[in-house]
């Protein structure tokens, strides 16, 4: 497919103006970022792993009846998606305590809550992504406290479902974001995921060893990213046709 205007270029992603109205062409990079950008790498193949592995999760969302933007994979990197208004939270779901949860409160990482806790971060990178609360999401307008209550509810949907397939392969799921958007239909509007599931966006344990298959891994030096998410999508079946690519990391300066 021919390349499109640039509409938006983050860090893990670039969207492009899509095939026809109200849809993006999402591209996966293979730059793998941690501490707020402050520490930037580049794992050749990752793009492509994370592009296979969030259709995996955004295909059985839809299929399950969790609303997604997802419409198909273009490509090995590309994937066709709808258009939404993002929501700037981010919506954190930690059912085991770890990163800045586990330092934030003095809880050991390992430690499992009693429930799922959600959390809400405002997405701006110069204040560093800060928690906020609902008293802040609704005075701010944000969201409203029916946007809220129903990105909870979706917010717990994707936990459930999440957790059962990892569950499924021997992977704790330990926490994950996602980002959420409107999309509107005549006097309408409605909550759908957005952005991506992958690797990049949950913490990912072996249930038998505690390993880690997730960004942890780039973010303390634990070893290859790039074969931490391989195995993750080697146990549930989406590895790309050709993984010769997938080498080990290139640190950028």
Known sequence: MARRRMIYEGKAKILYEGPEPDTLIQYFKDDATAFNAQKK???????????????????????????????????????????????????VVRNVAAGSMAKRLGIEEGTPLPRPIIEFYLKDDKLGDPLVTEEHIIAFNWASQQDIDD????????????????????IKLVDFKIEIGRIFEGD??????????????????????GQKLDKDVFRRDLGNLADAYTEVARRLGVLPRSNGTVKGPKLVQ
Request: with cysteine; glycine share 8%; net charge negative.
């Open 41 to 91: 790498g580049v794992i050749e193949g990752k793009g492509v792993l994370n592009n296979r592995l969030s259709e995996f999760f955004m295909t059985g969302l839809n299929q399950m009846g969790v609303p997604t933007h997802f419409i198909k994979r273009i490509n090995m990197r590309e994937q066709l998606v709808r258009m939404v208004e993002i929501i700037p939270l981010e919506v």
């Open 151 to 170: 990105m909870i509810a979706l917010a717990l949907r994707v936990n459930d479902y999440l957790s059962g397939v990892m569950y499924g392969v021997g």
């Open 188 to 209: 309408f509007q409605r909550l759908v995921i957005a952005d991506e599931i992958s690797p990049d966006s949950c913490r990912l344990w072996d249930i038998e060893t």
